[in-house]
């Protein structure tokens, strides 16, 4: 298969952002709450803080982040899930939000299709889902499911920028490069929650699911649309 034509839409693409980078006024920082302000309840599911490793944020270079891990107080076992309890029930549902407020300089969001296999995971599914946010029946946002030796986690990720829910990275960048020429703003962000799998894949699914609909509609207070 020839690869050039990807090669020169890479190119053409970088060109675009240079010169909306280099032509373009400062943006105007937008108001927005605080991850630090983001419930530790979701409906059943209670959350407890983690921080990112301060080399990963160097490289990382975000506005604002969180990195959080729910388990469900119904199941009677939050405890113990974080100890890793094996049920699929009580296994704890990890979220992680980055936000930037402007990528105009270089900076933005890691897709997960790099940063995992840098850290040993293996893909072993990928595939775009709908019906999974609330209030959104028609939109797709990414399924996966990795492997590490004997650990399989099931993630579901998408794009949220200026109001768009985004499954592609490279759809995602051509919306930014539209904002940034028709509205001064390039900020945006990567939702990413996960589960380990100790079960069925469609049960991780599922569990996966429940999490987002309770924390989804929350995103939009702390992601300017």
């Given amino acids: 298969m020839k690869r050039w034509p990807f090669v020169l839409a890479l190119v053409m693409m970088g ?7 280099s032509r373009s006024q400062a943006e105007v920082p937008l108001p927005r709450k605080t991850f630090s302000e983001f419930p530790l309840q979701l409906g059943p599911f209670v959350g407890r803080d983690f921080e990112l490793d301060k080399d990963v944020l160097k490289l990382l270079r975000l506005t604002d982040y969180t990195m959080r891990a729910y388990v469900p107080s119904t199941s009677g076992r939050a405890a113990s899930a974080f100890e890793g309890q094996a049920r699929q ?9 980055g936000y930037y407020a402007s990528t105009r300089t270089g900076v933005g969001y890691h897709s997960p299709k790099n940063c995992l296999p840098g850290s040993g995971w293996v893909f072993r599914s990928t595939d775009q889902v709908k019906g999974v946010l609330p209030g959104r029946p028609e939109t797709e946002i990414n399924r996966v499911v990795i492997e590490k030796g004997f650990e399989r986690q099931l993630i579901l990720y998408w794009y949220q920028d200026r109001g768009r829910i985004i499954a592609s990275e490279y759809g995602a960048k051509g919306y930014m490069i539209l904002d940034a020429t028709t509205r001064n703003r390039t900020d945006g962000s990567l939702v990413r929650v996960s589960t380990p799998i100790v079960g069925s894949e469609d049960d ?22």
């Fill in 204 to 225: 991780a699914f599922k569990h996966a699911v429940a999490f987002v609909q309770e924390a989804f509609p929350h995103l939009a207070e702390y992601l300017p649309s």
């Fill in 15 to 21: 060109f675009t952002w240079a010169l909306v980078a």
């Fill in 89 to 97: 029930e009580a296994a704890p549902v990890w979220l992680y939000v």
